[in-house]
């Protein structure tokens, strides 16, 4: 059923790419913007403007990256951490979403050293992203157990063993979450950066965020499925608009994907 789906939405990206739909989305997508008054009193985001978003977080090594760019020297994310949040890392609140539970006991502990540290991380354990909120199958090698099963998908390919997850629908977490979230009067800018690493869900998924008018809130999204269908739909959403701002760059950063450095947290000065 899912697979199903995901073929619909591509077949509809071909119809998005007109002038038509893009008039109808762009109008949606204002409409949005203005309509940003339904405040959450909980929202783990309020105050929060710059925000990191990774889809597929596997064991969070992408988020550390963020606060400890000195552990990981020459990662080719560096360079665009430091030129989307210049400076100001550790005023970035980052969220991570991760299907395998396997990865489960060390995102946990990995959420706590970030909050000891004064970091503000949240991370969705055992949530696969997607457009449904609901139970879904995730499909696992259990021979990758070394390689932290980092292929890990809810497409069928290859995969032996099945098991089961919840979904979360994330044009409308991010609509609640993050259009929804309080920020100081007179604040500058905002600037929310995202990853998408959800092996072979990802044009589907960032179809959705187009769909349903949230996508261009985002300024930079980056990874490595995006098929070309996707790809030609951006570049005609742009086309046709003064005022989405996203740019999506392919890109692979898989260095020290496996590397777990001790959490070691500063001893007080005060």
């Given at each position: 059923m899912l697979q199903c789906t995901q073929r619909k939405i591509t077949t509809l990206l071909f119809i998005f790419s007109s002038i038509t739909i893009l008039g109808i989305i762009f109008n949606k997508h204002e409409n949005i913007k203005e309509s940003i008054s339904n405040i959450s009193p909980n929202n783990f985001l309020d105050g929060c403007r710059y925000i990191y978003i990774d889809m597929g977080t596997n064991i969070g090594v992408q988020i550390r990256k963020l606060y400890e760019p000195d552990l990981y020297p020459s990662a080719p994310i560096l360079?665009?951490?430091?030129?989307m949040f210049e400076n100001n890392f550790n005023e970035v609140c980052s969220i991570g979403f991760e299907a395998n539970p396997l990865h489960d006991k060390y995102l946990t502990e990995f959420e706590r050293y970030c909050l000891a540290r004064k970091w503000r991380v949240k991370i969705f354990k055992s949530t696969a992203v997607s457009y449904v909120d609901k139970k879904l199958n995730l499909y696992i090698d259990p021979d990758n157990e070394n390689n932290y099963q980092k292929d890990a998908s809810l497409v069928a390919i290859n995969k032996t063993k099945i098991i089961t997850v919840q979904g979360i629908d994330i044009a409308s977490w991010f609509r609640t979450t993050v259009l929804n979230r309080k920020l100081s009067p007179g604040d500058q800018p905002s600037r929310i950066m995202m990853k998408s690493d959800i092996e072979g869900h990802d044009s589907t998924v960032l179809a959705?965020?187009?769909?349903?008018?949230?996508?261009?809130?985002?300024?930079l999204i980056y990874g490595e499925h995006f098929n070309s269908d996707l790809q030609q739909a951006i570049l005609s959403l742009k086309k046709y608009s003064n005022?989405?701002?996203?740019?999506?760059?392919?890109?692979t950063d898989e260095k020290y994907d496996l590397q777990k450095f001790p959490f070691v947290i500063p001893e007080s000065t005060d």
């Open positions: 360079p665009i951490f430091e030129d959705n965020l187009i769909f349903n008018g949230v996508f261009c809130s985002i300024d005022t989405c701002k996203t740019e999506v760059l392919e890109l």
